[in-house]
């Protein structure tokens, strides 16, 4: 019998632009991804039988094989039949803290782990770029978690390229419990409504990449200039879910009347992140959001960005 638990870090995205259509139908994306110390935490072990089984505490995430972390296992046992007919099944069970379906990546970086863990669990040695192969089969964001830290994200989100770490930046989250925001619903429609103006051949997408590459917020990073990373923060998808989700504009425009170093939707939204340098004005900001918006249905976290991806605990 053997166990491992891993620490799975959530992401928000500093940047995302959607620069057009690829053939194979996903968008071509220019995102920055930051990993942040919001995370879940991911108990292997193995059972000594054929089969894999999953549990988690949180009643909204699927414990069947649609489970992202369940699909990580089986694939895993595709790709490494002899070890898996050699060390047999395994328990997988998430203890969860990353709220679902919030542009957070709780279900990559849960399906990250799985990789990491098993890679471990049957000593197989893996490098990181076949961890981050096997990865991209599972999904866009999955690459990113196994790794973590600050990349550049192009591609379907799968190329990735490290930025430098940055340090005491604090993230202070909010998310409405009960709103929850479909990544297809928000991809779709912002097709739907912005197609016609972004470029459709791959070459011209791919110049574009190049510049986005070398823009404002990468330049910032470079310098951990925390201000000037707060002015570049973007997200393309904040116009298609602001303007369907009053809410979460309300929120938005909330922390923005404070006065925060910058504040964005992560990912496909619906939570609403801000960046600040103190852990004590992160408080303050989290106070005078909660007390404009009053409602008991506003969820908060205070974490900080951190350089890790996925980590081992024991
Ligand atoms: P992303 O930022 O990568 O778009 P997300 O944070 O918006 O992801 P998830 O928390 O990954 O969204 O959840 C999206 C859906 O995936 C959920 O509604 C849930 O049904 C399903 N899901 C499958 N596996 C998991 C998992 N391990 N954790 C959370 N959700 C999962």
Redesign the pocket.
């Known amino acids: 019998m053997r166990s491992y638990t891993l620490i799975a870090p959530a ?1 928000i995205n500093l940047y995302l632009e959607i620069l057009g259509d690829r053939p194979d139908g996903y968008h071509e994306l220019a995102m920055v991804m930051q990993t942040i110390d919001l995370a879940d935490r991911i108990h292997l072990r193995s059972n000594g039988t054929d089969v894999i089984r999953i549990h ?1 505490n949180h009643p ?3 414990q069947d094989k ?4 369940y699909r990580a296992a089986v694939l895993m046992t595709k790709q490494f039949p002899n070890a898996f007919a050699q060390y047999g099944g395994v328990e997988i069970e ?1 203890d ?1 803290h ?11 970086t ?2 990250a782990s799985v990789l990491v863990g098993l890679d471990l669990m049957w000593n197989l040695g893996l490098t990181q770029s076949e961890l981050q192969e096997l990865a991209a089969q599972l ?1 866009s ?1 999955v690459p990113f978690c196994v790794t973590g830290g600050t990349a550049i994200a192009t591609g379907r989100g799968e190329k990735l390229a490290p930025l430098p770490d940055l340090d005491k930046i604090y993230v202070i989250l909010a998310k409405y419990r009960h709103l ?2 479909s ?1 297809a619903w928000a991809y779709s429609t912002y097709r739907k409504q912005f197609g016609n103006t972004y470029a459709c051949d791959t070459q011209s997408i791919e110049a574009r990449s190049a510049k986005v590459n070398s823009g404002c917020l990468v330049s910032a990073i470079a310098h951990k200039d925390n201000a000037k990373i707060g002015e570049c923060l973007y997200n393309d998808l904040e116009k298609v879910v602001l303007p369907t989700y009053p809410q979460v504009l309300q929120l938005r425009e909330a922390f923005q009347r404070t006065g925060v170093l910058g504040t964005m939707m ?3 939204g619906p939570t609403v992140f801000a960046l600040s340098e103190s852990l004590d004005r992160a408080n303050q900001i989290k106070k005078e959001v909660a007390n404009a918006i009053s409602d008991p249905d506003l969820d908060f976290w205070i974490a900080q960005f951190t350089p890790s991806g996925i980590g081992v605990a024991n």
């Open positions: 992401k988690c909204g995430v699927p649609t489970n992202l972390a998430i969860k990353i709220p679902i379906a919030a542009g957070l990546a709780g279900g990559s849960d399906a999904g964001d929850e925001v990544t992560s990912g496909s």
